[in-house]
């Protein structure tokens, strides 16, 4: 006699379990596609906010570098200004220096000391043009006075030439009149005599260091 298995017949309560678990497989998976997106977006969003913050970041940095430009620059004119601004003055004022100097160069050694008078009016006029140049150095005027020093033409100008073979050649080896200066530029300058036969100026800085 041969059995036959009867189907399995769901009860109320077994159909209604697994239909509330099926909602609640598609309503996960929906939930789940819904963060993926969600999720997809943000990323989206925070890629955007950090490059445009990175774009800012860098307009930032950019416009501080070209105030700090403008501020150094504005600086730098205002101090040329300051310091140049008696040029014209100081250049006017140099005949005065050159005058003192050639009364003082002029006064015989004899007479100062022999002459109370004398020597009192060459002190009196040694103190006004140490006095004089103080002022002028106070504004940024310096005197050049190359004696013995290299040859530079930015602030000497050579008129002759000297043959002297115990200094090195271009060697200032006399001052006909003094240069002056003004911050890095040149006022007026020193008018020399420049020495000529002596040992190259290589040679010559070999000799002393060794």
Known sequence: MTSKTKPEVETPIEAEANASAEATAESTGQAGGEQDATNDNAFEVLTKLQAENADLKDRLLRTLAEVE???????????????????????????????????????????????????????????????????LEKHGVKKIDPQGERFDPNFHQAIFEVPDTSVATGTVA????????????????AMVGVARGGPKPATAEAEKQS
């Open 174 to 189: 006399q001052v006909v009149q003094v240069g002056y200066s003004i911050g890095s530029r040149v006022l007026r300058p």
């Open 69 to 135: 430009n403008v501020r150094r620059r504005g600086e730098r004119e205002v101090n040329d200004t300051r310091q140049y601004a008696v040029a014209k003055f100081a250049g006017d004022m140099l005949d005065v220096a050159d005058n003192m100097a050639r009364a003082l160069a002029n006064t015989p050694a004899e007479a100062r000391e022999s002459d109370p008078a004398v020597k009192t009016l060459v002190e009196g006029v040694e103190l006004t043009e140490k006095a004089m140049l103080r002022a």
